[in-house]
């Protein structure tokens, strides 16, 4: 089933190991929009504290979401697709505060199923260790907001296939 392009800002969410780096692209193709990476909005002493294993704090985290919310606004009633955890109610906010278009795709799934895709992982500085602070600080979206939840078990284009037609439910933006 393929879409047409689309005026949403999508933000694929969720905890690390969900798989915003393969299914935010996956959507993005099939949405026909631009995808952007997370992580590459993040200032060098971001990946510096993740990859010790330290979690990042709010305050480290207001320049990489300002970044990605000016990027997002950017692309306000043209469509793309960006990876951010969003893990708090508070970070989807400023997101919004920025593209107040923005929707969410919510990864979600069982722990033990993220923390084996984790291990798994080659190449990535976000170390397993840190998927229980991502899961203490998760949020997940509220009925204001929004967005949908899609489960992540199953192979990316099944999930891709749940994300596309979860957003298919919900209203376009007004331009």
Do not use: C
């Not at 969410?13 to 590459?40: C, F, N, Q, S, W």
């Amino acid at each position: 089933m393929q879409l047409t392009r689309t005026p949403h800002v999508v933000v694929v969410m969720g905890v690390a190991g969900t798989g915003k780096t393969t299914i935010g692209p996956l959507l993005a193709a099939r949405l026909g929009v631009p995808y952007a990476e997370g992580d590459d909005f993040h200032p060098q002493a971001n990946i510096a504290k993740m990859t010790a294993g330290t979690p990042l704090t709010d305050e480290d985290r207001w320049p990489w979401l300002d970044a990605i919310g000016a990027w997002a606004h950017e692309r306000a009633g043209l469509g793309g697709v960006v990876s951010s955890s969003a893990l708090k109610r508070s970070y989807r906010d400023r997101l919004r505060a920025a593209a107040p278009g923005v929707v969410f795709v919510h990864l979600t799934g069982e722990r033990k199923l993220i923390e084996d895709r984790m291990s798994h992982r080659q190449g990535h500085f976000m170390p397993t260790a840190l998927l229980d602070s991502q899961f203490a600080t998760l949020q997940p979206l509220e009925a204001d907001e929004a967005g949908v939840a899609v489960d992540v078990s199953g192979g990316p284009e099944e999930i891709t296939e749940r994300a596309v037609a979860a957003l298919q439910g919900l209203a376009q933006p007004s331009q």
